[in-house]
Nanobody
Framework: QVQLVESGGGLVQAGGSLRLSCAAS????????MGWFRQALGKEREFVAT????????YYADSVKGRFTISRDNAKNTVYLQVNSLRPEDTAVYYC???????????????????WGQGTQVTVSS
């Protein structure tokens, strides 16, 4: 059982950037598809980005494509989400998740993921 802990969130002005981190412990993430999701107030949790086992494939929601970048460092047991050109509509709690199934970056459903962190708040002001 792996534990996931997100960090790096905060308050930023529109157009700014943050680097979110997801540190795993209790097991390796080498054979886990990793993803980021977010949940805004009053809304359902939604897909943001995923990355395959070795990092060779990534997949993004249309709303963040070209602005966000997911990456992983398996040696450090850590996954990252670089968020650039932030907009007020990006305001949400961002969650790291792990999928112990196939190495598929195209998986986008909340129910496909087995492990979740507690989330880190990103607030974008205008």
């Amino acid at each position: 059982q792996v534990q996931l802990v997100e960090s790096g969130g905060g308050l930023v002005q529109a157009g700014g950037s943050l680097r979110l981190s997801c540190a795993a412990s209790g097991g390796t993430i080498r054979y886990l598809t990793m993803g980021w999701f977010r949940q805004a107030l009053g809304k359902e949790r939604e897909f943001v980005a995923t990355i395959s086992w070795g990092g060779g494939s990534t997949y993004y929601a249309d709303s963040v494509k070209g602005r966000f970048t997911i990456s992983r460092d398996n040696a450090k047991n850590t996954v990252y989400l670089q968020v650039n050109s932030l907009r007020p509509e990006d305001t949400a709690v961002y969650y790291c998740a792990a999928d112990g199934g196939v190495s598929a970056a195209t998986r986008t459903r909340v129910g496909d993921f087995d492990y979740w962190g507690q989330g880190t708040q990103v607030t974008v002001s205008s």
